[in-house]
Structure formats: structure tokens, C-alpha cells
């Protein structure tokens, strides 16, 4: 049964490969994005590691001159997604490369992926070249992200677009769209061409999307500007927790290349993100990180799979990692009769949560992988083996989708998984369960 599992999984990446990159749904998405490619090459290193080093050197082929790496790389034309290259317009800020991208980004992962490719592979003679090839693209982008998305330089630092975090529609934006006023595109929406619309965000959430990106081309890309004017600017517990796994991860790295210079500033920043993080977005009552509104000035008390990710990076210290582990494993996100399979994407006791729609409910297998390395951190055995075993069971029942209802009642009537079919990290990160020991 595994086996064919692992098969199945490995057939998707190989489908998915072009030549040098793997897109994460054929279709629906088919550039290469940001953080899929870092759990997408967790997949390849368990079956190639040549393919897990393209992976991410094609990623790096966007990264801008003062070190940003952007959302979507377009390495290639193709007309089956909005907004395309021509509407994110990358060539208005005098940092872009020549290759084509999107001008905002994504949670940073790749810090922390090096350091699973080498935990894993470092053994291989090919592995310390690759690093060495790497490491410095990777610092930079954190040198970026530390000089200009900390204004108060508080060591956390902020997203100015809702798909910087990965988790596109999750109803943590709500009260922030109430904001805006953002006008009424016209949209050539093809997302809603491959997938159920009841399924996808609304038409007026892809408006504030698409206003925010016109409100940043009109400032060239400028993040002087942006943090200045941006109505979207949130410090995120999901984008900084990444951050600071891979400031963790590229210390040690560095360590082992002779980057001592750099190690040392990693360190500093990263001690200062760790307290900053667990002072500010910590709630005590909702036992979990939550988001803060950087421009409205205030704390988005609302718990989402984002607010446990600070796990996975090793944030809390073991009593308030305890006492996160069981208000999640006693509280809503399994609910008081075990309703739901983990781990739903937001909050399901909140009048927000729709198990169908995209971020505002449905099971996403990263968020699974994320929490269950966090879990697995802080010894929560129970909860560590239920979420694998829940993932593997999406998996063995439906296939590889993109997304999946949590509620057990709906498990028992429904054939499908939700959204994209085939999509690269479900079956990346399914390998990696499954491999990985
Ligand atoms: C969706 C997801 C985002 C992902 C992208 C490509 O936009 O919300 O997290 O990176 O698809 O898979």
C-alpha cells in the first residue's frame, strides 16, 4: 500500500519536472513558485538529488539584486494563469533580474530546506559544493528581509500582500479588506476555469490582490514606499517562523562552511526575532501566535495552522509549547468529539471557517508537514502520529489533490480532494513522511 503510495507520488513529480523546475499544478499554476519549490525539494532529494539542487537553483534565477526572491518565477510563457507576467510587471523596479517574476514574495523557506537536504544527503560528495554554490544567495535574501521589512526594527518583519503568506484567503484578512477601498477590476480570472469558484476566494478579494499589486507597481517596487503607504502590512507568525528556522538553519550551515561573519549576524537576528516573536504575537488566551496589523496598529486575535507553525522553528520554550500542544489537542482544531481530521486551516469554531474554501478551512498537506515536524519537536507524541496518519489517509483515499475537507461526517460521503489535482507538494511531502525517519 505504501509502496504504491510512494509510486504514485513520485510519478506526479516527474510529471510535474521541467526541466530544471517542478510547477506545482499542471494548469492551474504552472510557473515555479517560491515555497512550493522548497517542499517540492524535500520530495526530489529522496529520489534525485541532481533534480533537488535545480529545484533550487532555478528559484534562485529570479532572485532580485538586492536579494529579494519573489513569489513566481515565469521561466516560461504560458496563458492558464492571472496575473500573469505582464500584470505583476517585475521590470519597474531597478533590482529585477532579466527573467520575468512577480514583484512581492513568499514565506522563506529555503534556509531551512538547505539544512534538510544536508541532514540527509551530507554524506554525498556533491552536497557541500551545491551549499557552497547557495549560501550566500540565501543569506542575502534575509539581509533583505531584515533591512527592509522591519521598520520599527523589531526583528519581526512584515508581508504587504495576503499571497506573501502563502495562505492566500485565510479570513485573517477580513478586518484589513474592511480598510480598503480598492476599485472594481475587470478580471480575467482562469483560476475559477480549472476549479469550482465555491471552492476559490471571491471575485472582490481578487480585486484588493490585484489593487495592492497595481498600488506597488505605481511605487516601481519601492519598499520605502510600500511601507510608507501599503494598506496590507502584517507581521505574520506562519512567514516568521520560517524566517527564523532558516536563520537557525543557515547558522549552522555557515558554521560548517567557515561563514563566520555571517553566522554571527544570523545570530543576532535571530535571537532578536525569537524574543520580539514571542513577546508580540503571542496570545494567552487563544494559546497560540497570532497575526498583528502593522499599519492598523493592532493584534489579529484569530487562530489559524499558522498560528502553531512557531513549533517547527523551535520558538516557545517547553512550558508554552505545552500549554499550545494541549489547548490544540483539547480544543477547536480537533474539536471536543474529534470531529475533524488535523489540521484544518483555520480556526473551525469561528463563524469565519468554511471547510471548503481554499485558506479559510480546508486541510493543506505543508501546514500537515509543518505541524507534525513541530510536534515531533516538542516530544507531543499522540499528536505527532495523528497528523501523519491523517495526512497518509488523504492521501490513500483521495489522491494528491491540493486541498481537503476536515470534517469527518463530509469524509464519509465525499470521493474527491478539493482544488488542483496532482499537486506537487502533497506528494513532496507524502514522500517525505514516508522516507524520512
Ligand atoms: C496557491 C497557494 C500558495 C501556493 C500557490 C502555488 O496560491 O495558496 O500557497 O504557493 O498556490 O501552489
Not at 504560458?78 to 505583476?88: A, H, K, L, M
Amino acid at each position: 500500500m505504501q509502496q504504491s503510495l510512494s509510486i504514485e507520488a513520485k510519478n506526479i513529480l516527474e510529471n510535474n519536472w521541467r526541466q530544471g523546475f517542478t510547477v506545482p499544478c499542471e494548469g492551474l499554476y504552472p510557473f515555479q513558485w517560491h515555497w512550493d519549490s522548497g517542499f517540492i525539494a524535500l520530495g526530489w532529494m529522496h529520489l534525485d538529488l541532481e533534480r533537488a539542487f535545480k529545484e533550487i537553483q532555478s528559484l534562485l534565477k529570479g532572485q532580485w539584486k538586492n536579494g529579494f526572491i519573489p513569489h513566481i518565477i515565469f521561466h516560461n510563457p504560458s496563458d492558464s494563469y492571472f496575473p500573469g507576467p505582464e500584470v505583476q510587471a517585475s521590470h519597474l523596479s531597478p533590482f529585477a533580474p532579466e527573467i520575468p517574476t512577480s514583484g512581492i514574495t513568499q514565506p522563506p523557506v529555503l534556509g531551512w530546506v538547505l539544512g534538510e537536504m544536508y541532514a540527509f544527503a551530507k554524506a554525498d560528495s556533491r552536497m557541500l559544493p551545491f551549499l557552497n554554490e547557495v549560501y550566500d544567495a540565501a543569506y542575502h535574501f534575509h539581509e533583505y528581509l531584515y533591512t527592509h521589512r522591519d521598520p520599527k526594527g523589531e526583528g519581526l518583519v512584515y508581508i504587504c500582500h495576503n499571497w506573501e503568506a502563502g495562505t492566500d484567503n485565510t479570513p485573517v484578512w477580513d478586518s484589513i479588506w474592511d480598510t480598503m477601498d480598492s476599485p472594481e477590476y475587470d478580471l480575467d480570472r482562469k483560476d475559477n476555469l480549472h476549479i469550482a469558484a465555491s471552492h476559490r476566494p471571491s471575485n472582490r478579494e481578487y480585486q484588493h490582490y490585484i489593487h495592492l499589486i497595481e498600488l506597488f507597481k505605481s511605487y516601481a517596487y519601492d519598499d520605502a514606499l510600500i511601507a510608507e503607504k501599503s494598506p496590507f502590512l502584517v507581521q505574520d507568525p506562519l512567514f516568521n517562523a520560517m524566517l527564523i528556522a532558516s536563520n537557525a538553519a543557515l547558522i549552522d550551515l555557515g558554521r560548517i562552511l567557515g561563514k563566520l561573519e555571517k553566522v554571527s549576524q544570523l545570530e543576532q537576528w535571530n535571537a532578536q526575532s525569537k524574543k520580539s516573536y514571542n513577546q508580540k504575537l503571542y496570545d494567552p488566551e487563544l494559546k497560540g501566535y497570532v497575526y498583528y496589523d502593522l499599519r492598523n496598529d493592532r493584534a489579529l486575535p484569530v487562530l489559524s495552522s499558522s498560528s502553531f507553525t512557531a513549533l517547527f522553528a523551535g520558538i516557545p520554550d517547553k512550558n508554552r509549547a505545552f500549554e499550545m500542544i494541549e489547548a490544540f489537542a483539547k480544543g477547536p482544531f480537533s474539536g471536543k468529539q474529534k470531529e475533524f481530521l488535523l489540521c484544518a486551516s483555520f480556526d473551525p469554531s469561528s463563524n469565519s471557517f468554511d471547510p471548503k474554501r481554499y485558506w479559510r478551512g480546508p486541510i493543506w498537506i505543508n501546514l500537515n508537514w509543518l505541524l507534525y515536524r513541530g510536534f515531533r519537536k516538542y516530544a507531543a507524541l499522540e499528536l505527532t502520529e495523528q497528523i501523519k496518519a491523517d495526512t497518509l489517509y488523504l492521501m490513500k483515499k483521495y489522491g494528491f489533490y491540493e486541498y481537503f475537507d476536515p470534517r469527518k461526517e463530509q469524509d464519509k460521503k465525499l470521493t474527491q480532494g478539493y482544488g488542483g489535482k496532482n499537486f506537487s507538494w502533497s506528494a513532496a511531502l507524502t514522500l517525505d513522511l514516508l522516507l524520512n525517519k
